[in-house]
Structure formats: structure tokens, C-alpha cells
């Protein structure tokens, strides 16, 4: 049966408000996208701001902090016990290299063992079970290195301990030396190549690089006993070591003047041996019968 001209023009009345609505969820729709964006990008925006992460190491902030009271020290000409302005300057320009290093993300640090004994170092904690990990009170643990021997690369060494019979001299942020007795813990920045030694004059324990920080039992979450040196030698070395001669990454490595590293370890070929000839003796020729005749 044909629509009616009112009918028909209901429909068409009820087409054009479906229409209407559908354009006005569209437009919804796109100003609601356009609002969500808007609202991401005023919340994301403090988190686009945010400072380096190195800005927030530990190490980072105390080797700053570290530099920045020596060059006070040195712009006031500070009376410093026993230290040049030079020697001064040059500490400075260590610490510089360390917040370099610092800087370009090197999170680990490495450990060189060579005062002739078993050096105790603090590393990372153990693997433990998750219900196991809270129970641990230490933010590192404690490793014994073998001397002649250098942790392992990307192994990170925070730090030595030295125990309650070691003596050494610390610097100080305010450019003064200052003599310090175990039991303490020696902290290094991330990045740090620490070389210890013993002097074999005094048997005070040295660094090659100012340590970052001269740690005593109570002050942090480092593990710091109360023994000897006689102790520490009775361990076994459990620390990940390298044997000094094998390892790529040493200061101050030795090499004999006018001997390069591949001419020492190239294998030199043998001398061939010539044979060896009879000896022959040459007897003077008699002239024969009758020669003085002719």
C-alpha cells in the first residue's frame, strides 16, 4: 500500500534527526580525543622535564659535592696539610674525569688488587629468594680478592674494607690529609678504576684516585667487622677475578721500554741449526822422489 504525503514526510523528518545525532557523537567523539590529548600532554610534560638519571646517583652527587669544596679550598688558597696547589688541582681534575665518567652512564667500577695480601670488596648483594631479599640488611655485600688480581668487567666493585690492623690517609673535601685506621670501608664512584697498594716503607695502604667516601661501622648499610688482616687471608677468594696480566683494562700497565705488547707476546722462531762438518786436518804435501833433480 503507497505511503501517504504525511507519512512520508515523517520519515524523512525521522532520517534527518538520526542524522543530526549522528553527526553530533562524531563531533563528540573528536572533541573528546582532542581533550585526552590535551590532558596527556600537561600531565606528560613534567615527565618529559625530568633531569638525567645520573643527576640522581649517589656517587655522582658526593664526587660534585666532593669537587666543588676543593676548588673552594683552592680559590681561598686554604691552608692544606702536607698538599701543593698543584696536587690540589690534580685531585680536582680526577674527580672531573670521575663525574665524566659518571655521566656517560658507566655503572659499575672495578678493583685492582696488588698489596700483596687478600683485599676484602664490597659488590653486589647476593642472589636471594623474594622472601629472602627483605631480610638482608645490606645494600652490597662483602667478596674477598685474590692479590695480583682485578675484578671482572662490568662486576661492579663499590668499594674495599680495610680491616681494624690497616692504616691509611684519606683526602679530605677541604684539601687537608687526614690518617685513617680500619675497621673502615672505602667507597668508589661508578666508573672508577681503584688500584691498592701497600707501601712497603710505612705498610700503609694506598689508592691510586681519591676515594669518594671513607664509610665507618653504623654510618650506612655496608657490612663493616671488626677483624684483622689475618682474618681477611683465611678466606677464600670468592670475588670475580682476572690475573692482572690478563687484564685489558689497567692503569699504569707496564710494558719494557722499546718492547711493544705484540712483540713481547708474538712467539719468537728458534735459530735453525747449521750442521756440523767433520773436521778435516790439511797435512802438507811431500814433493815426490826425484822433484829436486829435474
Known amino acids: 500500500m503507497p505511503l501517504l504525503i504525511g507519512d512520508r514526510a515523517a520519515c524523512q523528518f525521522e532520517n534527518f534527526k538520526i542524522q543530526k545525532r549522528r553527526k553530533a557523537m562524531k563531533l563528540f567523539k ?149 690518617a685513617a685506621n680500619g675497621p673502615i670501608a672505602i667507597k668508589i664512584a661508578d666508573g672508577s678504576q681503584l688500584v691498592v697498594t701497600t707501601n712497603s716503607n710505612t705498610g700503609a695502604v694506598e689508592f691510586n684516585i681519591p676515594p669518594t667516601k671513607e664509610i665507618k661501622a653504623g654510618q650506612e648499610k655496608w657490612f663493616i667487622p671488626n677483624v684483622a688482616q689475618a682474618a681477611i687471608d683465611n678466606r677464600v677468594p670468592n670475588a670475580p677475578g682476572i690475573k692482572i696480566a690478563d687484564a685489558t683494562n689497567l692503569i699504569g700497565k707496564k710494558t719494557e721500554p722499546g718492547v711493544s705488547d705484540s712483540t713481547r707476546t708474538q712467539p719468537q722462531p728458534e735459530p735453525k741449526l747449521q750442521p756440523q762438518l767433520p773436521e778435516i786436518t790439511l797435512q802438507p804435501k811431500l814433493p815426490e822422489k826425484g822433484y829436486f833433480r829435474k
Not at 590532558?39 to 610534560?45: D, G, I, K, S
Not at 673552594?72 to 665518567?101: C, M, N, P, V
Open 30 to 178: 573528536s572533541l573528546l580525543i582532542v581533550l585526552l590529548v590535551l590532558v596527556n600532554l600537561v600531565f606528560a610534560q613534567p615527565t618529559l622535564a625530568d633531569k638525567p638519571k645520573f643527576l640522581k646517583n649517589p656517587d655522582y652527587i658526593e664526587v660534585t659535592k666532593n669537587m666543588n669544596d676543593l676548588k673552594k679550598a683552592k680559590e681561598t688558597q686554604a691552608q692544606t696539610e702536607g698538599y701543593t696547589s698543584e696536587e690540589i688541582q690534580r685531585k680536582i681534575d680526577e674527580l672531573e674525569f670521575q663525574k665524566y665518567a659518571l655521566e656517560t652512564g658507566t655503572t659499575w667500577g672495578k678493583c685492582i688488587n696488588e698489596t700483596g695480601k687478600t683485599l676484602a670488596v664490597y659488590g653486589p648483594t647476593p642472589d636471594f629468594d623474594d622472601d629472602d631479599d627483605d631480610d638482608y640488611s645490606y645494600s652490597n655485600a662483602l667478596y674477598f680478592l685474590a692479590n695480583g688480581e682485578s675484578t671482572k668487567d662490568k662486576w661492579d666493585c663499590e668499594g674495599v674494607y680495610l680491616p681494624n690492623d690497616a692504616k691509611t690517609t684519606v683526602f679530605n673535601a677541604d684539601g687537608t690529609r687526614e
